[in-house]
């Protein structure tokens, strides 16, 4: 597969379509699963607050892993990324209510770069706090 954007048609400030993805206790489970990261953290409510956090939090590679899906939707192919980096600024809390938290996922084409690709740059927020900071994809466009 190769991206179905083509370099030409796109221009620095170009809006990708946002996202918004529901984090429950439930998806932290699945992912510990998946990743072998158990710590209680994510999991265990007295633990998480005993060492200092609000509540449980979603992993931070999750949260990233979320973030980037904007990216490799609106590229039409996740090989196209090319390169991928963010910081972990807050914690993405998921309260035990039923309804957990929402990451809302923006992006924009923040520079064009040389060999058909451009650099977008991501913004992740939860409860009105971006809790990805320096959320940066090189991409390579059709």
Request: aromatic share 8%; with cysteine.
């Amino acid at each position: 597969m190769t991206a179905k954007i083509a370099y030409d048609e796109v221009e620095v400030g170009t809006e990708l379509p946002a996202q918004t993805f529901p984090v429950t206790r439930a998806t932290l489970v699945r992912y510990a699963g998946a990743s072998g990261d158990f710590n209680p953290i994510h999991w265990n409510e007295k633990f998480a607050v005993e060492v200092g956090l609000p509540d449980v939090i979603a992993h931070g590679m999750f949260t990233m892993a979320e973030a980037i899906r904007v990216v490799t939707d609106w590229a039409g192919d996740p090989a196209a990324v090319v390169e991928y980096g963010v910081r972990f600024t807050k914690p993405v809390v998921v309260p035990d209510d039923g309804e957990g938290a929402l990451v809302e996922v923006s992006a924009k084409v923040a520079a064009k770069l040389d060999d058909g690709q451009v650099r977008v740059d991501l913004t992740a927020m939860c409860a009105g706090q971006k809790v990805l900071g320096m959320s940066r994809a090189v991409v390579r466009l059709a």
